[in-house]
């Protein structure tokens, strides 16, 4: 059984490593929200004349020479597109077993998993500075094996430059967050479970990130962030007291100094950005999950599983 990331010492057959994730989580729960295949029956209901006959249940009909119908759940009972952020900032840490970026690719991974075996429909939308992959959103086997491969491929290469430089009007132009965000929006037309994984480092300003977050409910879709972080550096700063010398992942900008002495105020800093971040997933009615890559993955997908028992 698999319930901790760093258990998983593979990620080139991901839908293997998604069965265990699920299984193991699975496996610790007292009830599962997930309630039944789509050819489960769930309740009876009148016989409306001219329909057909196929799914009366006799056996009833004898007892109260009533016609009714047996129900069954949709073939389809929930859509759902998972948004991934793959931008430079997502491949921290670079030591260590495993990346922001990975951790949200298993998690979604599993999700997938979870989701095909309840006949669910889920895409998957892929995006950097913009939306590069979008994929359709079905309930097929061969469809997930598809997202399988596709997640398989952002990860597979850990290996990239921290030093690139990017045109500086690329930073001027406002975040890519919030520009994906709003297109996801405009591009989901049916009703979802949205869930994004990001580490919400955006070169915009955080007023347009939280309209493109409130442009998704404003679509009148169910909204999980799975915020994306690692707390004991990115949030904590919790690093040996001794000089560094840090590089921006995005720009490839640097600055050397001394942790210690900047502790106290980034660690101000970082917490009161979160604050806000949260509370405004609050004001929108959005599910925040603060995604620690040192985090169980029980704990991560705990908010999902709530969230699509309670659509369900």
């Avoid at 998690?107 to 989701?115: E, H, K, S």
Wanted: proline share 2%; with cysteine.
């Amino acid at each position: 059984m698999i319930a901790n990331l760093s258990e998983i010492t593979d990620l080139n057959n991901l839908e293997l490593v998604a069965a265990h994730v699920t299984e193991g989580f699975i496996t610790g729960l007292h009830k599962s929200p997930f309630h039944g295949f789509s050819s489960e029956f769930n309740e009876h209901r009148l016989y409306n004349k001219g329909e057909s006959t196929r799914h009366i249940d006799w056996k009833l009909f004898a007892r109260s020479e009533k016609l009714f119908v047996k129900r069954y759940e949709d073939e389809s009972n929930l859509r759902c597109n998972i948004v991934i952020d793959t931008s430079a900032s997502m491949k921290y840490p670079q030591s260590g077993k495993y990346n922001k970026l990975e951790l949200s690719v298993v998690c979604a991974a599993a999700m997938i998993n979870l989701l095909r075996s309840q006949r669910d429909a889920v895409s998957v939308s892929l995006f950097d500075k913009d939306i590069y992959f979008e994929s359709d959103c079905k309930v097929s086997t061969t469809h997930a094996k598809m997202l399988f491969s596709k997640l398989e491929d952002i990860v597979r290469d850990r290996n990239f430059d921290t030093q690139k430089t990017e045109d500086p009007r690329d930073a001027e132009s406002g975040g890519s967050i919030a520009k994906c965000l709003h297109q996801v929006a405009e591009n989901t037309h049916k009703r979802s479970l949205i869930l994004i994984f990001s580490d919400m480092m955006d070169s915009g300003s955080e007023e347009e990130v939280f309209s493109a977050l409130q442009h998704l409910r404003h679509a009148k879709h169910d909204v999980i962030l799975f915020h994306v972080m690692d707390k004991k550096t990115e949030l904590d700063f919790d690093f040996e007291n001794r000089p560094y010398k840090f590089v921006d992942m995005e720009t490839g900008g640097q600055v050397a100094l001394n942790p210690l002495e900047y502790k106290e105020i980034y660690r101000n800093l970082s917490s009161d950005f979160c604050g806000r971040l949260r509370s405004h997933c609050g004001m929108y009615e959005m599910d925040y999950v603060a995604a620690d890559v040192a985090l169980p993955f029980k704990e991560i997908l705990a908010p999902f599983l709530i969230k699509r028992a309670v659509l369900h």
